[in-house]
């Protein structure tokens, strides 16, 4: 495939855009090349500036479920949009699709919706520490809750990839009251618990992570949060910006059959467009302004063409009784295949998956946390990534991400992927 155009076009944005990019991942640091320039895209794929299609696999980093174009949510935004585009005051649809959202989700009440999973997650940790009264929060290396500054502790992902493990500009302040734990690790848990009584307000945690390539809980994990939290008074916030209304109709919550004290959900609930929420019981959400002390406001939250989008987008997952179970049997399809063909090729890797969630580690080991992801070979993961975009397979440019199934992926375009996948294990 050629991609004279993209290289053009990286060349022009790198003249007026940091790195050429709005968001560092996609600058292909991880990976070596140039990026590409999507022109755009409908169901399973994308098609860039220069003509080529590809098999998409992260799927706007994972919202969309039904695929790329999906006609319910155009047609949404479409008519919405010449009724005008944004108010800055309240709107009925708003309260309609709030309900609709907690209908699907166990154990909230209340919702407010924001503009990007970064700021829901930033906002519930304010409300957390405004509810506990608490200063502290505990983290997981290798999870990523945004740029927000208490979150940019051993984040994984993109800041893996550069080899920053905290930003510039994030003060000795912001970092103290964040603590890190390792993801699985219940023991580190109940240590930090341990030397910081009656201090910590909230973990957060991504209930299946995706930021450092997709890793499931060990059995029991979520389970011992959930006991810790109740024995110290501290809330347990889920980050469920990728496994939202993906991995069940109500989340991980629903999945795992475990309560959060707050849900921060992403792009999904706004049907790609930029959104973003957090829910929790009324006695939690009721601390928010303006009934409560802990304030959140934002001009473009419940901004009416996400409001549009996100209401079609979860009326239709609401409705089809048979999604999730699409969605599993095509992503267990997949790797049935990736395992055979990889294994054939005698290929050092794991396959990590849960549900639609699925990633590749380049490590014959388990794993389970953020150091045994950084085990795998990255340089192994460079090739693998330019031998399937040769292929017209398109994954995440970096190591550390979860590959995202889309509905709208036939299992000719799995067995396409594997055939894919085939070729470029005889060059690795």
């Given at each position: 495939m050629l991609y004279q155009r993209s290289s053009q076009l990286f060349a022009d944005a790198e003249k007026v855009i940091p790195g050429g990019v709005n968001s560092p991942v996609r600058a292909f640091k991880g990976v070596g090349g140039t990026p590409i320039f999507v022109k755009e895209a409908k169901g399973a794929y994308l098609f860039d500036e220069d003509n080529n299609r590809l098999i998409d696999y992260i799927n706007s980093w994972g919202p969309m479920i039904l695929g790329h174009a999906?006609?319910?949510?155009?047609?949404a935004v479409i008519e919405k949009a010449k009724k005008g585009t944004s108010f800055g005051m309240p709107t009925e649809l708003e309260t309609e699709i709030a309900k609709l959202a907690v209908s699907m989700v166990p154990n909230i009440d209340k919702i407010r919706f924001v503009n990007s999973g970064t700021e829901a997650c930033m906002s519930a940790i304010r409300l957390a520490r405004g509810y506990t009264k608490k200063d502290k929060i505990i983290k997981f290396s290798g999870c990523y809750h945004g740029h927000s500054d208490s979150f940019l502790i051993a984040a994984?992902?993109?800041?893996?990839t550069f080899g920053v493990p905290n930003s510039p500009g994030v003060t000795q302040g912001t970092a103290k009251d964040t603590l890190l734990a390792n993801y699985n690790d219940i023991d580190n848990v109940k240590a930090l618990f341990e030397a910081n009584k009656n201090e910590i307000a909230a973990i957060i945690i991504e209930p299946v992570a995706g930021n450092m390539g997709c890793i499931p809980p060990k059995e029991g994990f979520l389970n011992s949060l959930r006991q810790i939290c109740d024995e110290n008074s501290a809330l347990l916030i889920f980050d469920e910006v990728m496994t939202g209304f993906r991995l069940a109709k109500g989340g991980a919550q629903e999945l795992f059959n475990i309560k959060a004290d707050i849900v921060c959900f992403g792009k999904v609930i706004g049907g790609g467009l930029p959104v973003g929420a957090f829910a929790a019981r009324n006695e939690i959400m009721n601390f928010l302004a303006p009934i409560g002390p802990v304030y959140q406001a934002g001009t473009l939250s419940g901004n009416p063409l996400a409001m549009a989008a996100g209401k079609a987008m979860l009326e239709a997952l609401n409705?089809?009784?048979?999604?999730?179970?699409?969605?599993?049997?095509?992503?267990?399809?997949?790797?049935k295949g990736l395992n055979k063909v990889l294994n054939d090729n005698q290929i050092d890797f794991t396959i990590n998956r849960v549900g639609s969630m699925i990633s590749v580690h380049f490590d014959k080991n388990p794993v389970v946390d953020f150091q045994t992801a950084k085990n795998g070979d990255n340089e192994t993961f460079k090739k693998f990534f330019h031998g399937l975009l040769k292929e017209g397979v398109y994954i995440a440019p970096s190591a550390y991400e979860t590959w995202f199934i889309t509905d709208a992926l036939t299992y000719e375009d799995l067995d396409f992927t594997i055939n894919a996948v085939s070729k470029v294990a005889k060059e690795l």
């Open positions: 999906f006609e319910p949510v155009v047609n994984g992902s993109g800041l893996s409705k089809d009784t048979e999604i999730f179970i699409r969605l599993e049997e095509k992503t267990a399809y997949l790797e």
